[in-house]
């Protein structure tokens, strides 16, 4: 089973400024990543697949990157709606485990 | 395209319990679908999967007692759960799984109390 590592667990950041978010993979996952956010009492929902693509209806504020074993979520200025609960998954051997998530929170 | 859990509710441990998920904009058979949990207050656990050509996936924490199945006329998901446990206590969601991999359409997520 591939283990994800997120980091950091929280992440205390002003709205306006850049949020990075990490997600490594216990072996290469190429680029078979995925990010969704959580916000209290909903479903997850995706953001970015393939490790860089925007989903239908993502706002450009919101990229990934990395391939292999490294990954990074960037939210370039944070919205007061962004501060949720964010989740990598890896898709490239099933199980198709998650990360322990970032808990993103308005500092 | 939805997704529609219900069923969940409060069962004695070692109890049973079948999970739906109605599912409308696509084809449940066409698709993999997959039911992936939270139990309070933690992540996101993937629970088992079902591909589009019947093969089924469980994780090792519920095969065995979990068994997931579709009903094409219906165009519905189900997991049947038995031997609850109290750590099986979580929101259940199912979620459609896009050709690529990742899951692009998650339901409301239903809760499931395992408790005496």
């Known amino acids: 089973e591939i283990v994800m590592t997120q980091s950091p667990a929280t992440l205390s950041v002003s709205p306006g400024e850049r949020a990075t978010l990490s997600c490594r993979a216990s072996q290469s996952i190429s680029s078979n990543l995925a990010w969704y956010q959580q916000k209290p009492g909903q479903a997850p929902r995706l953001l970015i697949y393939?490790?860089?693509t925007r989903a239908t209806g993502i706002p450009a504020t919101f990229s990934g990157s990395g391939s292999g074993t490294e990954f990074t979520l960037t939210i370039s200025s944070l919205q007061s709606e962004d501060f949720a609960v964010y989740y990598c998954q890896q898709y490239n051997n099933w199980p198709y485990t998650f990360g322990q998530g970032t808990k993103l929170e308005i500092k | 395209v939805q997704l529609v859990e219900t069923g969940g509710g409060l069962i004695q441990p070692g109890g049973s319990l079948t999970l739906s998920c109605a599912a409308s904009?696509?084809?449940?058979?066409?698709?993999?679908m997959s039911w992936v949990r939270q139990a309070p207050g933690k992540g996101l656990e993937w629970v088992s999967v079902?591909?589009?050509?019947?093969?089924?996936r469980y994780a090792d924490s519920v095969k065995g007692r979990f068994t997931i199945s579709r009903d094409i006329s219906e165009n519905t998901l189900y997991l049947q759960m038995n031997s609850l446990r109290a750590e099986d206590t979580a929101v259940y969601y199912c979620?459609?799984?896009?050709?690529?991999?990742?899951?692009?359409?998650w339901g409301q997520g239903t809760l499931v109390t395992v408790s005496s």
């Open positions: 079902v591909y589009s050509s019947g093969t089924t």
């Open positions: 904009g696509f084809t449940v058979s066409y698709n993999y």
């Open positions: 979620a459609r799984i896009h050709d690529y991999g990742h899951s692009d359409y």
């Open positions: 393939g490790a860089s």
